[in-house]
């Protein structure tokens, strides 16, 4: 028979909330492909008129693209900060349902990005309102979860500079669709990259200083 704590630990298992977690995750990458209409053309449209109507979804498919990429890089950031976790305490508990809150919402905001970003600023500064969200979740996660980790098994270095590097390219794209009057998908996809380029040369960086260090 299973005693108080055993029955304790199975509630706060860490298994329980990536299953959880998982779930919202796939859930969420699946109704960003709903945005991706097909185009109502009638009876034999034209390979012109075809063309067309795709070439006028190209909104939708950016804001496709960039909603998958983030969900999916949440996803990975979330498994990667709890990966030294056994038992999920209450508040890293708390911490990821409202990163999940986050996710939830994405494929809403991006669904009024592909529909409006080039003609409305709000558009494009309530899609990266959210994803500030997600990214300070997650930062404000990886500080709870390493405050109680063993310092051999915390994560790595380059992973904070990722998610700030991230987060910094969201808050600077709230007002982009506003400084950018059309282009505020195009800003906030620029603003993207940047951030992977500034990640890329950062771990780059930090592991020839630590290389540098192990050889001398």
Same mark, same amino acid.
């Given at each position: 028979m299973k005693t108080l704590t055993d029955e304790a630990r199975d509630e706060r298992s860490i298994a329980r909330l990536f299953a959880l977690c998982?779930?919202? =995750?796939? +859930?969420? /990458?699946t109704l960003l492909a709903l945005d991706l209409r097909v185009p109502d053309l009638g009876k034999d449209p034209s390979?012109?008129? !075809? %063309?067309?109507? !795709?070439?006028?979804?190209?909104? %939708?498919?950016?804001? =496709?693209?960039?909603? =998958?990429?983030? *969900?999916?890089?949440?996803?990975?950031?979330? %498994?990667?900060? /709890?990966?030294?976790?056994q038992v999920s305490p209450p508040r890293l508990v708390r911490l990821t349902l409202f990163l999940l809150l986050t996710i939830t919402v994405l494929p809403f905001v991006s669904n009024v990005l592909g529909s409006y970003g080039?003609?409305?600023? +709000?558009?494009?500064?309530?899609?990266?309102?959210?994803?500030? @969200?997600?990214?300070?979740? !997650? &930062?404000? *996660? %990886?500080?709870?979860v390493d405050?109680?980790?063993?310092?051999?098994?915390?994560?790595?270095?380059?992973a904070r500079?990722?998610?700030?590097?991230? !987060?910094?390219? =969201?808050?600077?794209?709230?007002?982009?669709?506003?400084? @950018?009057?059309?282009?505020g998908p195009q800003?906030? +996809?620029?603003?993207?990259? &940047?951030?992977?380029?500034?990640?890329?040369?950062?771990r780059h960086l930090l592991k020839r200083r630590t290389n540098a260090g192990a050889s001398s």
């Open positions: 998982d779930g919202v =995750f796939a +859930i969420a /990458m390979d012109a008129s !075809l %063309r067309g109507a !795709l070439a006028d979804l190209e909104p %939708r498919y950016l804001s =496709f693209l960039v909603s =998958f990429y983030a *969900i999916a890089s949440y996803w990975r950031r979330h %498994r990667r900060e /709890m990966r030294t976790v080039n003609q409305a600023g +709000i558009a494009v500064a309530a899609y990266a309102g959210v994803n500030v @969200f997600a990214a300070g979740t !997650l &930062l404000v *996660i %990886r500080y709870v405050k109680h980790a063993p310092p051999k098994e915390a994560a790595n270095e380059h500079y990722e998610l700030w590097f991230d !987060l910094a390219a =969201f808050v600077l794209a709230v007002p982009s669709g506003y400084v @950018f009057p059309g282009e800003a906030l +996809i620029a603003l993207l990259a &940047l951030s992977a380029v500034a990640s890329y040369v950062t």
